[in-house]
């Protein structure tokens, strides 16, 4: 069981930066593939980045790609998500989410893929 507590969102201005942050609870965090997703008023959640369980491999939505990093430090079991040059199409609350290595193929960018969830953080990109 792992249970994710998203930080770090707020407003800010266009063209400004945030870092979400997730801590995850759990000895076992360093064996979960991680993503982060974000939903928008009125639209699907999307997927935005992920992670694998090494830190190894990362993954960015096209949307992102250049601007958002993501990481994960294993001694705090906390996965970040760094995001520069933000714009106003960013605004979304914003997800993190987890999944153990369990010898499955792992569909990164798929939400059905993930098993646990936070509770959002809201990302707010003014004009």
């Known amino acids: 069981q792992v249970q994710l507590v998203e930080s770090g969102g707020g407003l800010v201005q266009a063209g400004g930066s945030l870092r979400l942050s997730c801590a995850a609870s759990g000895r076992l965090f360093s064996t979960y593939n991680m993503g982060w997703f974000r939903q928008a008023p009125g639209k699907e959640r999307e997927f935005v980045a992920a992670?694998?369980?090494?830190?190894?491999?990362?993954f960015y939505a096209d949307s992102v790609k250049g601007r958002f990093t993501i990481s994960r430090d294993g001694a705090k079991n906390t996965v970040y998500l760094q995001m520069n040059s933000l714009k106003p199409e960013d605004t979304a609350v914003y997800y993190c989410?987890?999944?153990?290595?369990?010898?499955?193929?792992?569909?990164?960018?798929?939400?059905?893929?993930?098993?646990?969830w936070g509770q959002g953080t809201q990302v707010t990109v003014s004009s």
């Open positions: 989410a987890a999944v153990a290595t369990n010898g499955r193929t792992w569909y990164f960018s798929d939400r059905t893929s993930y098993n646990y």
């Open positions: 992670i694998s369980w090494s830190g190894s491999s990362t």
